[in-house]
Structures are given as structure tokens and as C-alpha cells.
């Protein structure tokens, strides 16, 4: 049984259709990327998966359980965490503060009068772990907003790991970023994969990035899977090539 599986997921807005019938299934310890034009609906895939947004129709499930349509605090507690594309770190606190309150986003409790400090151990536990696997360590104490954009962009990983997901979905994690930025990103994020062996749903727009990182490749063309498989397949793959009219480099 697959990890996350996806059947018929539709969503509309009006008469757009911006997820059409898509159906994929993502592994245990695979990272899977999702490509596509602008607009294709990749972001709006990852809202419907972590709850940010409704699904119109169709079926979610993660470890054999139906998701579809809970709210997105309750899909962080089950095990999936994000990254937005749109970054969201609070530029005044550490780094350590802002993985530490992602931390406790997906474990806190709301009211636990007597478990506090032990809550904000195991939080803080959890954040120093999660930026040590992202090679953050040595930034730790710095406000998120001093950070270089690359390892901002990493933080934000960090934060999402910090939850200790069993799937992280990143989208788009080296948008902004120069192309050294992204090479250094990259090298990062590939050695916390390979490490790690975490479950990865990848929004991104950079194809080297995609082939350096992606064990397989989902294609979304308005709304729709035009391609699933191998990278060398999908990139051969006529309808792929059409959609980003003229191909890959
Ligand atoms: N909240 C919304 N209201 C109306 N249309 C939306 C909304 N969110 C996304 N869309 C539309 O859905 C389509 C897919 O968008 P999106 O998922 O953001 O694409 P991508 O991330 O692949 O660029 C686009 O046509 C977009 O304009
Ligand atoms: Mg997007």
C-alpha cells in the first residue's frame, strides 16, 4: 500500500477546473516531484493534500486512512508538513524560535497547564535536530530575517521537519534564490534525502533541481496527470514536451 494515494481529486473554482480527476500514489521514503506550467494546479495539489483547501471530489488517503477534506491542523497532526511558496518565517526570532514553534504547531497542546516545560523540551529538542539535518546548527541563535535567502529558504524546511512529518511537501523551496543559492540549497537538501530517507512531494519549477532530486515525476497540465514515472520517461514523453512547448533544455 502506498504512503499517500490519490484518486479522482477534483477541485473547481467556478467553471476552472484547477485539479482534474488526478489520481497518484507516492512510496514509503520517495521523493516525488510535482511539475507543470504555471497554473497547472501544483499548488493547489499540495492545498488539498494538507487541507489548506477542500477538494471538490475524489478520495485522499495517507496510511490507508481518508483525508479528504479534514482540517489542516488535524492532517499536521496525523504526519504530513508543509513548506508554503510564499515564505512564512517570523524574521525577528531565531531560527531555533521559529523551528521551535513549528515544533509545537503539530505537538502542542492547547491547554496542558502542567505539561508546559516538558512540552517546550521536547519542542526544542525536535527544532535543534531538525536544523542540525539541514546543516543550520551553526545559525541557530541568528534572527530568521539576518539569514541568507538560501538558508532561509532551508529554515523553512527545517521548520516543516521539525514536526517530524512522515511526508514533507515542499513547495517550490528554491524559488527566489540565485543560481549559486540554489546549487548550495540543492547539495543540502540532496544529502538530508539520502540521509534520511524521509517520504518528499516536490513542487518545483527548476528541472536540474528536479532531476537531482526527484526519485520519480508527476506531470500536472490544467489540472490534469499528462505523465507519472522515471524521470528519463517523463522527460522523453511527447505530451510533457508539448505542455512546456518545446521542451526541456
Ligand atoms: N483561490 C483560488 N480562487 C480561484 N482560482 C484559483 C484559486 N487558487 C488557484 N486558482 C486557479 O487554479 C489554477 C491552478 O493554480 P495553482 O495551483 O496555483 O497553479 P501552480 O501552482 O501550478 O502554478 C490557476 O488557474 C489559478 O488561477
Ligand atoms: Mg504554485
Redesign the pocket.
Known sequence: MALLELDGVTRR??A?V??DQVAMAVEEGEVRAVI??????????F?VITGT?KPTAGSIRFAGQPIAGLPSHQICRLGLSRTF?ITSLFPEMSARENARLSAQARHGRRWQPFGGAHIFEEASARADAALKQLGLSGIADTPAGLLSHGDQRLLEVAMALAQQPRVLLLDEPTQGLSVEETQQAVETLAGFLKTSGMTVLL?EHDMEVVFRLAHRITV?HR?AVIADGAPDAVQADKAVQEAYLGGFE
Open positions: 473554482y467556478g476552472l484547477a485539479l507543470g506550467p504555471n497554473g497547472a494546479g501544483k499548488t493547489t495539489l492545498n483547501v511558496q513542487v500536472l489540472g
